[in-house]
């Protein structure tokens, strides 16, 4: 499975653009690139996904590096209600349809006044 | 409106006692699946069901079984619950086994085994 690298905590303040990176060095040609986000303990929330373009919905950008080894979520005006935890999950699918999931431990943003 | 329900949200009981934790979800979802999270651990697969009547094993499925009878459940069985299983569980759903779109998850259900 390919797996991901993001950094355990990072801060932002209210307002500004917040930039989650995250490192998928061994993700293969077919392997899309999701971002979920967890508010305290509630359910995942979907985010966005990608595969090798950039995308952009109402809730955020991903930038996805030509080479598909990394990608940055990009929160335009992060307020408050951001603050969670952000995880970058690469899509794996099962031989025989379907596609697996594997959440990591994420990103802690917290968003400050 | 379009949402994934799990039943209860908490749940204390004793080692031994079979339970149930239900999950449904009303978007006509193919795809649902089970996690469980712990500390430090993320969340891990349980289960997962394609369709129904087709259930598969997740990475962490001893000590759990399933079952897909209808498109809109998806029950996690406890036959005999141990303190190991102590846990916050979600269910999730997608509306085909290959969707882009994203799962959608329930709100959870902490279980605590004493």
């Known amino acids: 499975d390919a797996k991901t690298t993001q950094p355990t905590s990072m801060d932002c303040a209210e307002g500004r653009a917040a930039n989650l990176p995250c490192n998928h060095s061994?993700?293969?040609?077919?392997?899309?690139v999701y971002w979920y986000r967890q508010i305290h303990s509630q359910g995942p929330q979907y985010i966005i996904h990608g595969l090798k373009n950039n995308e952009t919905n109402e809730m955020a950008s991903l930038i996805i590096t030509e080479d598909r080894k990394s990608s940055t979520l990009i929160l335009p005006h992060a307020t408050l209600r951001d603050t969670a935890v952000y995880y970058c999950?690469?899509?794996?699918?099962?031989?025989?349809?379907?596609?697996?999931?594997?959440f990591g431990t994420g990103t802690q943003l917290k968003v400050e006044l | 409106e379009a949402q994934v329900t799990q039943n209860p949200r908490y749940l204390i009981t004793v080692t031994g006692k079979k339970l149930t934790v239900t999950c449904s979800q009303n978007?006509?979802?193919?795809?649902m699946s089970w996690y469980r999270q712990d500390p430090g651990l993320g969340l891990r697969q349980i289960y997962y069901?394609?369709?129904?009547?087709?259930?598969d094993k997740g990475d962490v499925p001893e000590g759990y079984k399933v079952s897909r009878k209808e498109k809109r459940n998806f029950p996690l069985i406890l036959e005999s619950p141990s303190p190991n299983q102590t846990s916050l569980y979600f269910c999730?759903?997608?509306?085909?086994?290959?969707?882009?779109?994203?799962?959608?998850f329930g709100s959870g259900t902490r279980l605590t085994v004493v």
């Open positions: 999950i690469v899509r794996v699918p099962l031989t025989g349809g379907g596609n697996k999931l594997t």
């Open positions: 999730a759903s997608s509306l085909t086994r290959g969707s882009l779109g994203g799962y959608t």
């Open positions: 978007m006509n979802h193919e795809y």
């Open positions: 061994t993700i293969s040609g077919n392997e899309y």
């Open positions: 069901s394609m369709n129904v009547e087709v259930t």
